[in-house]
């Protein structure tokens, strides 16, 4: 039965103000006329204290009204607290577009970041994991005779206390080699020798400070003196000279001051300083990379290292395992190790803490992460699981937790114990607020939240708030199909393999002499429990033995195309039609318009990363970044442009009647009918559409793009420059993020791809998926130093016949789902390598 409803008010004020009294009253968090992005309106009513999960297709508005709402409002209630001074920048960014919110507590948000952490950040710095180790050791620690006891601090290299000196805590250290500076040896300085000098002017200025300091420049490399080359490629003096360039024909040059930089110090300077990517990017193709030789790559001092415990140092107990570091803390805490410690209250209570603390990312599933791992190296769902599990520990009551689909990137057995933590918090006191496409995790809702009907413009709907159950009867929702269809049996695709590349003895990471065959001509899907191996497998060992076989004249394969979900940019700066390059046909047609020919105005003009047609205040990002003190940074609209990116001239060009901010706001779905006469548009708007992003707008800041949908991109942007050469394409976890009804259109596309002759191979872990497949190669049996194996290979039925596979028993649910629903027997059948 749903509560009943609020009378609806404009009176904003009044509403917040008499908010506390009603609030303890009322058990339901009320929202009215939320407007956020695509939401139309919304009025809905959702009991706390539950586990209610938000459902829709992608694009449907649920993360709008979970996240873009719900947390927004209770964000800007939190900082309505701080000071005055603080209150006035935060208010840059914004309320939510919503006439009120009503029974809201406080909320704690688990995102899934789209940027990415520093390379200083671990797992044991995001669980605060590495705090309760440096205090062991502190306190607990076996120090040399005559040591003086060090404090926490000491043991972190991220402090000057204890970082190592020479490496400053990294581990690693950066140099340059003349190979690597000079590749070719025959040729002389002025034909490009030093081939980590940079181009065009700044590089002919340096050779012309070389020629006035008395250097042959025109001698090959190898027949100057050496002591010359070493002076040229790693001097750390900067003589001035005079320069008198060479006068051309059409210009005269004349004399100036020139200061030289041995290509060492360009190369050492421009990776550690420069803010563009492209030449930080380019100096590293000029370095080496090596262990610190002062710490042996362990980043700490040498009397940090000095100490013990349990007979290891704290460098040698972050590499282990959590599961393996759980193992160890407790045969020293039993005493049951010859070598643990004494003893003493301070031990105990230390180790019995940081026991406690592992033990909820252990549940999660994340047991075979190290806390030494970067997070840079983590994907979202492990950096959110994270994050989770330090929330555990919190023992906060009565708060909203708003998570953003937690079972990205997971296993279903892992899947299960992400239930039973959800099922913690709720009964610790609080309310779970969960985006989710998980059928599992949807079906296990107390409440269920469904947007819709479709996505953009076509969503924005509440179509149901209430018990799943009830979800049943809802006629409009692509959800209620796919939770209560009738199953059916996977038919096997009965595809033949055209070839294979074979891997023999791999060794990295934890993967531990493996030797697989991967099929060609058919679609291969790599499963296993989350820290098996299967990204090392597939996105490092696979795609690197095929990149360096690709020149073979006999290679079946011609073609290697790797898509990830990495970020397509880290700014709001990149978006969707830059990374297509559909900008670049829209600008032209803008330039082609007869308002831009009689100003005189080029490309350039229209592009938002240039001056003259930029907005000046934002520099053409449309926002603008809000640094406060202690909070973490964050985006708001510009002040200026109102985040149209463009100056008030540039946007009185008209193309067919939008100015080119309007067109960068139209959704795929609408640009495509609005450049349906316009080929070089249309053909990217079709592949886009096809993987389905029609909801997307085409100006949508890259921050915004979940992981799953920047891949998405890549996708499309690849399918739209198909080409006939057979072309393996490599895929991590392209369900992720995705509806089940999204799934069905990912999958046409990437099936469609072997049917045209090419291969595709994907990391999954959603059984559907991997039950059509044509090859499983299952990685396990379980994470970390428990798995690095290939626990069976095969088609899909034989693989769910293996007892020893903890993917089997999944993968045979996904393959029988219809009662009494059999599949030939798999030996002998389908695909063989």
Avoid at 114 to 121: L, Y
Avoid at 143 to 154: E, F, I, K, Q
Avoid at 453 to 473: F, N, Q
Avoid at 752 to 772: I, Q, Y
Wanted: hydrophobic fraction near 40%; glycine fraction near 10%.
């Amino acid at each position: 039965m749903h509560p009943p409803s609020l009378p609806s008010t404009p009176d904003r004020d009044a509403v917040v103000r008499d908010a506390p009294v009603r609030d303890a009253l009322d058990p339901f968090v009320r929202v009215r006329g939320a407007r956020e992005h695509n939401l139309r309106g919304v009025d809905v009513d959702i009991p706390r204290d539950t586990l209610t999960v938000f459902t829709g297709v992608s694009g449907s508005g649920k993360s709008s009204l979970a996240f873009g709402t719900l947390y927004a409002e209770a964000q800007r209630r939190y900082f309505e607290s701080v000071a005055p001074y603080a209150r006035r920048l935060i208010h840059q960014v914004g309320a939510p577009k919503v006439d009120s919110v009503t029974g809201l507590p406080p909320a704690v948000s688990l995102e899934q970041r789209r940027s990415s952490p520093g390379s200083r950040s671990s797992v044991g710095t995001v669980t605060l994991l590495s705090n309760s180790l440096r205090m062991l050791f502190s306190r607990a620690g076996v120090y040399p005779p005559g040591a003086a006891r060090l404090d926490s601090d000491s043991f972190s290299p991220n402090t000057a206390a204890g970082a190592c000196p020479s490496c400053h805590g990294l581990g690693r250290v950066h140099g340059t080699s003349a190979e690597l500076l000079v590749p070719d040896d025959g040729l002389s300085i002025r034909q490009g020798a030093i081939a980590a000098w940079p181009g065009a002017w700044q590089g002919k200025n340096l050779r012309d400070v070389l020629e006035a300091l008395g250097y042959d420049v025109d001698r090959p490399w190898r027949e100057l003196a050496e002591k010359d080359r070493e002076w040229i490629l790693f001097t750390e003096e900067q003589p001035v000279v005079t320069v008198h360039p060479v006068r051309d024909a059409d210009r005269i040059q004349r004399p100036y001051q020139g200061t030289y930089m041995s290509a060492h110090r360009y190369v050492m300077r421009t990776f550690s300083d420069t803010k563009s990517a492209t030449l930080r990017a380019r100096a590293e193709r000029f370095l080496t990379d090596a262990p610190c030789p002062l710490c042996a790559g362990r980043r700490l001092r040498p009397e940090a290292l000095a100490v013990t415990f349990a007979g290891r140092t704290i460098a040698e107990l972050a590499g282990l395992a959590l599961t393996d570091l759980d193992d160890l803390l407790d045969g020293a805490l039993s005493g049951a190790r010859a070598d643990a410690p004494a003893g003493g209250e301070a031990a105990r209570v230390l180790t019995e803490d940081l026991r406690s603390r592992i033990a909820p990312v252990v549940e999660l599933g994340l047991g075979y992460l190290s806390l030494d791992r970067t997070a840079p190296t983590l994907s979202s769902g492990e950096l959110q699981r994270l994050r989770l599990a330090t929330q555990l520990r919190s023992g906060l009551f009565g708060v909203v937790y708003v998570l953003d689909e937690p079972s990205a990137g997971l296993h279903p057995a892992d899947t299960e114990a992400l239930l039973d933590v959800l099922d913690r918090l709720k009964a610790s006191g609080n309310t779970v607020f969960v985006v989710e496409h998980h059928l599992d995790v949807v079906r296990r809702a107390d409440w269920l939240v469904d947007v819709g009907p479709l996505a953009g413009e076509r969503g924005g709907r509440v179509l149901h708030s209430g018990p799943p159950a009830e979800l049943r009867d809802v006629a409009d929702s692509v959800t209620a199909r796919h939770l209560f269809a009738e199953p059916t049996p996977v038919p096997a695709p009965g595809r033949t393999a055209t070839g294979s590349v074979t891997l023999s003895g791999v060794r990295r990471h934890n993967l531990r002499d493996v030797s697989v065959t991967f099929p060609l001509g058919v679609f291969t899907a790599v499963t296993g429990v989350s820290g098996s191996g299967k990204s090392t497998l597939v996105g490092q060992v696979l795609a690197r033995e095929v990149a360096e076989r690709l020149a073979e004249p006999d290679f079946p394969v011609r073609r290697l195309v790797e898509v990830d979900q990495k970020p397509i940019g880290r700014t709001p700066r990149s978006n969707l039609a830059t990374y297509t390059g559909l900008f670049d046909v829209v600008r032209r047609l803008f330039t082609a318009s007869p308002e831009a020919k009689a100003r005189g105005w080029k490309a350039g003009r229209f592009s938002f990363n240039v001056r003259g047609g930029r907005c000046e205040t934002c520099q053409g990002e449309g926002f603008v970044s809000v640094e406060l003190l202690f909070l973490p940074s964050t985006y708001a609209p510009c002040p200026t442009c109102a985040g149209a990116r463009y100056n008030a001239e540039t946007l009185e060009v008209r193309y067919a009647g939008l100015n080119i901010a309007e067109v960068l706001g139209l959704t795929v779905e609408a640009a495509s009918e609005f450049f349906a006469e316009v080929p070089a548009a249309a053909r990217s708007l079709r592949a886009l559409q096809d993987i389905g992003l029609g909801y997307l707008r085409l100006g949508q800041p890259a921050t915004e793009l979940s992981g799953g949908e920047a891949q998405r991109i890549k996708l499309a942007t690849e399918l739209q420059r198909l080409r006939r050469d057979h072309t393996l394409y490599v895929l991590d976890e392209p369900t992720t993020g995705l509806h089940p009804a999204d799934v069905r259109v990912l999958l046409r596309q990437l099936h469609g791809l072997v049917d045209a002759g090419h291969s595709v191979v994907v990391v999954e872990h959603d059984m559907e998926v991997v039950a059509g497949a044509d090859w499983v190669v299952d990685l396990g049996p379980g994470g970390g130093a428990r798995g690095g194996r290939v626990t069976v290979a095969g088609p899909p039925a034989e693989v769910a016949a293996c007892a020893e596979s903890r993917t089997a028993p999944y993968l045979a649910r996904a393959l029988g789902r219809a009662a009494g629903a059999t599949r030939p027997p798999a030996a002998g059948a389908g695909t063989t390598p």
